[in-house]
T-cell receptor, first 108, second 115 residues
């Protein structure tokens, strides 16, 4: 079993829908990252969390340290949000341990 | 100015060749990483360097050798390339390993195809 599990693996939504991607992890962490990878391949860091909740525009990330669970929400989804969203936790030596990603496709 | 830059972006080469991928960061970070993304898009750590010293060396064939001439550069050299080495390789950097809240910055990736 992977140390970082994401669900769902694939997600198709209609433009405007509210989207939630979940991440559970089984190791002790100092921080959790949400990353976005577009079809072109580049990886961008969306959030880094160690507690609570963060918001950037239409994106919201939450983390529950006790339950070892984080969620990424996208409000009013748009086709340009189509990408792979990756949850990653920071290991004890600073490296990231990745989930397998959630492929999101938002249809107009 | 690109924060973490990798070259080349694409690399097509024959089996048995030796090749290098270069990575440079201009963020003043102490720690740099190489990650491999396989055909199923799963990312995994390969190496990590902190201030030019190797701190993580995952189970990677010894045909792969990282080299860090200074803390702004971490190059990846691969000897005797095999078909299974085909993947996308990402360089990343962050502030000192162990510091709790450290953003990670990624290069644009190098798509290596071994034919």
């Amino acid at each position: 079993k992977n140390e970082v599990e994401q669900s769902p693996q694939n997600l198709t939504a209609q433009e405007g829908e509210f989207i939630t991607i979940n991440c559970s992890y089984s190791v002790g962490i100092s921080a959790l990252h949400w990353l976005q990878q577009h079809p072109g391949g580049g990886i961008v860091s969306l959030f880094m969390l160690s507690s609570g909740k963060k918001k950037h525009g239409r994106l919201i990330a939450t983390i529950n340290i006790q339950e070892k669970h984080s969620s990424l929400h996208i409000t009013a989804s748009h086709p340009r949000d189509s990408a792979v969203y990756i949850c990653a936790v920071k290991g004890s030596q600073g490296n990231l341990i990745f989930g397998k990603g959630t492929k999101l496709s938002v249809k107009p | 100015d690109t924060a973490v830059s990798q070259t080349p972006k694409y690399l097509v080469t024959q089996m048995g060749n030796d090749k290098s991928i270069k990575c440079e960061q201009n963020l003043g970070h102490d720690t740099m990483y190489w990650y491999k993304q396989d055909s199923k898009k799963f990312l995994k750590i390969m190496f990590s360097y902190n201030n030019k010293e190797l701190i993580i060396n995952e189970t990677v064939p010894n045909r792969f050798s990282p080299k860090s001439p200074d803390k702004a550069h971490l190059n990846l050299h691969i000897n005797s390339l095999e078909l299974g080495d085909s993947a996308v390789y990402f360089c990343a950097s962050s502030r000192l390993a162990g510091v709790k809240n450290t953003e990670a910055f990624f290069g644009q990736g190098t798509r290596l195809t071994v034919v």
